[in-house]
């Protein structure tokens, strides 16, 4: 055990003479040593199952070109930061396993460790969930395939293990991430390692091979065509082999080139007809792979007895749903009509298993690999390609929906599913046309299910018919949803964009700019929204100057929506104009209809007192929150499933002001209602209302340390900070600030009852997450890293780091310094020296576009 480090569960360790590091988390993700030594394959094997040669673990092509690149990656695994992480990123088939095999190698030869790091949702019955890798004198190379895959939390659980590695260890880390894009996903995920983390992060699109190599198409396919013939005993042709049009985009990607070169070479041994373009390459290498279940279901030794029509159902069927445990392969093939249950699908699977020995033991169902093979079997096996081949079936679409559909509730397989659906479908248009765009029309839950990462993805696919996006449209959550923000912000800029384009109607296109700004406020991108909100107030304005009757109430919501994002973004000024205005329309119409424009009324009202506040107006700012929470109240007892959330948002808000205001024994029952309710309404649905659960915590732990009730403070603020950092890994954008509050305020409660050196930890990660934020947006989030250094310079001071402390301490006067000079009502109580706990930002009231 000494020298290791161990990713699992927690473990009893005995007979030690050394260091062993240990993650105490259950981690969704496996590691193991990455094996860079060649897996023989036979002469015989290759000759009949030919695209084995195609593996990246068979390495029969020596890694050539790629010079600029790996130019490139070397100096950044020798860089001098402690941890790194780079994304390399680009369409499938571009080789970039075999690049992260390259870089491992050369890690290797200089005794770093490479390890691979596997996403593992839900273990396999009989797995272990513990990691244990040795742990080298050099460096550690972690290589993470289909990062993309990944859910946001599981690879910011990953890197957070692997910078805590290196603090504990002092060992130097390299995160190689490897996926097809770097959609919406990426961004997040940057900016919370970076910021967070404070890992280094970094992507690389890996370009096109003229663009990136001094070896050319033809020297790659004559190079990979070399060794296809010799693994397969073929003498090359005196005037060499024979190359297609290696120009044509198509062949952009290594795997393009190498398939081409293969299916020349086994195609000449055989004396069948050379094959033309890509699309009749993966053509004949499919044609192959029937050939040689063929060959096992008529041997004389042993013969598989499925015949190669049933085999290849069941070879479609495992590309869809991946690796699975028997169990659910028996489902699989049951519900898509390719076996009843019992001894014929055990029969069939088994067949399978000697066709495609999976890569762990514990599974069935091995996927036909490469991926772009298995995606050109799904879609040359669907009618209505262009290309000839003898692969197409009339029951492929059928069988694919029945797969999903057979069973009322999506199956296990959904994910995968659509995600390989969704893939090919980038390449293969009659494959969306056919089989997956019907299948969403049909059944669009099933996308919802596949996850947020394949929804962005799909959003993504050219010429993407936008009856699909508006089918998912209104499954899209109407608030924020941990999981599916960023997913909605992708759907919605696609057909906000279209929309625009088609239509003159002025009020159509504010209710468009209007939706757009809320679904980009969501996911975050606040400063992205701004726009959007600003064109729906201008046009709505115009409206109403014409037909005020029918379009203020319309201006009122976005005035107030434009105002609460001026307000998200630091410029509160210009966000209390639009407020103001808002309130007095809203005013004006509850006078002439109560019921209807009432809770507009309360809204805008909490939101005014939580400008004024921000704008130093304390004695203002109680009127209107205490008017908004009457409102809410009432309307919470007639209407509790519409208006208890907004009664808890305006509570909240109640309970800051009077709190601000010195009244903390008046603070304390608000912010304790508003806790007990935002408790219950995320116990029913946790992805709306969790952010609002941790919020509301946080706040009810600062009234209660105001109190003096400090032991009791902790608990809140300590679930507050868990709550945040798992909103913080699925969606930075929107929930980093939320969780550097709650960090401050741990660290402050911590120093409070004597526990100074755990205290320190939450408030440094405090200023670091602050201090990333200011430096995109410093007018929302300034004050924030100038309260924060304040609460570390005196975390410093308390464990004797006098020093440190006093430039922390010097930093944060500065920064309240220039703010008191702009802004002297708000910042001048600050600048001398606040020590009062943080309450997490106000909420304000808004929601989607009429």
């Not at 094996?35 to 199952?49: H, I, K, M, Y």
């Not at 209505?384 to 079936?393: A, F, N, P, V």
């Amino acid at each position: 055990m000494t020298g290791s480090v161990i990713f699992g569960d927690t473990v009893q360790i005995a007979g030690v003479d050394g260091d062993v590091t240990v993650s105490l988390d259950r981690p969704p993700y496996q590691v193991t040593i990455a094996d860079d030594a060649p897996v023989p394959l036979s002469a015989a094997r290759a000759r009949a199952q030919p695209s084995r040669l195609l593996l990246a673990r068979h390495q029969i092509v020596p890694f050539t070109g790629r010079e600029r690149t790996l130019d490139r990656l070397a100096d950044w695994v020798g860089g001098d930061e402690p941890v790194a992480a780079l994304l390399v990123h680009g369409a499938g088939g571009q080789g970039k396993t075999r690049l992260a095999a390259q870089v491992g190698a050369s890690c290797s030869a200089v005794g770093w460790a490479v390890w691979q790091v596997t996403y593992t949702p839900t273990p396999v019955a009989g797995s272990t969930p513990v990691s244990r890798v040795a742990l080298p004198g050099g460096g550690v190379l972690a290589v993470v395939d289909y990062a993309d895959r990944w859910p946001a939390s599981a690879l910011l659980a990953l890197l957070t293990q692997l910078r805590d590695l290196h603090v504990r260890a002092g060992t130097r880390v390299r995160v190689l991430m490897l996926a097809r894009s770097d959609g919406y996903w990426w961004p997040a995920l940057a900016d919370r390692a970076d910021s967070t983390l404070r890992i280094e992060v970094g992507q690389l699109a890996l370009p096109a091979l003229s663009a990136d190599s001094v070896d050319d198409r033809p020297g790659l396919f004559a190079t990979a065509a070399g060794r296809f013939a010799a693994v397969l005993d073929v003498a090359a042709p005196v005037e060499g082999w024979p190359m297609p049009d290696l120009a044509a985009g198509r062949f952009g990607q290594v795997l393009a080139v190498h398939m081409a070169a293969l299916a020349e070479v086994d195609a000449a041994r055989r004396g069948d007809v050379l094959p033309g373009g890509p699309d009749a390459v993966s053509s004949y290498l499919l044609g192959r792979e029937q050939a040689y279940w063929q060959q096992l279901h008529t041997r004389a030794e042993a013969p598989v007895q499925t015949p190669p029509e049933v085999m290849h159902r069941a070879v479609v069927a495992a590309t869809l749903t991946g690796a699975r445990p028997r169990s659910e392969a028996r489902h699989a093939l049951t519900d898509a009509g390719f076996a009843d249950t019992g001894p014929a699908a055990d029969r069939l699977i088994d067949d399978h298993t000697t066709c495609y020995p999976p890569s762990d033991t514990r599974t069935v169902f091995e996927p036909l690999h490469p991926d772009r093979l298995g995606e050109d079997l799904l879609a040359l096996s669907t009618p209505g390609h262009d290309s000839s081949s003898r692969l197409e079936r009339d029951w492929t679409p059928e069988a694919i929906t029945a797969l999903l559909t057979t069973s009322e509730a999506p199956p296990a397989w959904t994910s995968s599913a659509i995600t390989v659906l969704v893939e090919a479908a980038h390449r293969w248009p009659h494959l969306a046309t056919t089989v997956l765009y019907p299948l969403i029309r049909a059944h669009p839950r099933l996308a919802i299910t596949a996850g947020g990462a394949t929804l962005t993805r799909l959003a993504s696919i050219p010429g993407i018919e936008l009856t699909i996006l508006e089918t998912l449209e209104p499954l899209l959550p109407p608030d924020r949803h941990i999981d599916l923000d960023i997913a909605a912000a992708a759907i919605t800029d696609t057909l906000t964009h279209h929309r625009l384009t088609h239509t003159t109607d002025p009020a159509h296109r504010a209710h468009l700019h209007a939706n757009h700004a809320w679904r980009l406020a969501n996911a975050g991108q606040r400063q992205r929204a701004l726009a959007p909100a600003e064109n729906a107030v201008r046009i709505r304005r115009r409206l109403a100057e014409v037909n005020p009757n029918a379009h203020l109430p319309n201006l009122a919501k976005s005035l107030n929506t434009l105002g609460a994002l001026l307000a998200m973004l630091g410029r509160r000024e210009q966000a209390l104009g639009s407020v103001e205005e808002a309130t007095g329309i809203y005013r004006r119409l509850v006078g002439a209809n109560l019921d209807t424009h009432l809770p507009d009324l309360a809204g805008s009202l909490n939101n005014l007192g939580t400008l004024l506040a921000a704008l130093g107006q304390q004695e203002q700012a109680l009127a209107p929150v205490d008017e908004a929470t009457s409102i809410y109240r009432r309307l919470a007892e007639a209407n509790p499933d519409t208006h208890l959330p907004n009664l808890g948002m305006s509570l909240n808000n109640l309970g800051i002001r009077l709190s601000e205001l010195g009244q903390r024994e008046q603070a304390l029952p608000p912010a304790e209602e508003a806790t007990s309710i935002y408790r219950r309404l995320a116990e029913a649905n946790p992805d709306t209302h969790l952010p609002d659960l941790g919020m509301s915590l946080n706040n009810l732990g600062s009234c209660l340390s105001q109190l003096g009730q400090r032991e009791q403070a902790l608990a809140p603020v300590d679930e507050a900070t868990s709550i945040y950092r798992r909103l913080a890994e699925a969606n930075p954008d929107a929930y980093l600030p939320g969780l550097a509050i709650s960090l401050s305020n741990l660290g402050a409660f911590l120093s409070g009852l004597g526990r100074r050196e755990q205290a320190l930890a939450p408030a440094e990660e405090a200023v670091r997450i602050r201090r990333r934020l200011a430096e995109t947006n410093p007018d929302t989030h300034l004050p924030d890293l100038a309260m924060s250094l304040n609460n570390l310079g005196s975390c410093l001071s308390q464990l004797g780091r006098r020093e440190q402390a006093l430039a922390a301490a010097k930093e944060s006067t500065g920064v309240f310094r220039r703010l008191a000079e702009a802004n002297p009502d708000a910042y001048l109580p600050d600048l001398a020296g606040s020590s009062e706990p943080v309450k997490s930002s106000e909420t304000f009231s808004w929601s989607g576009a009429l």
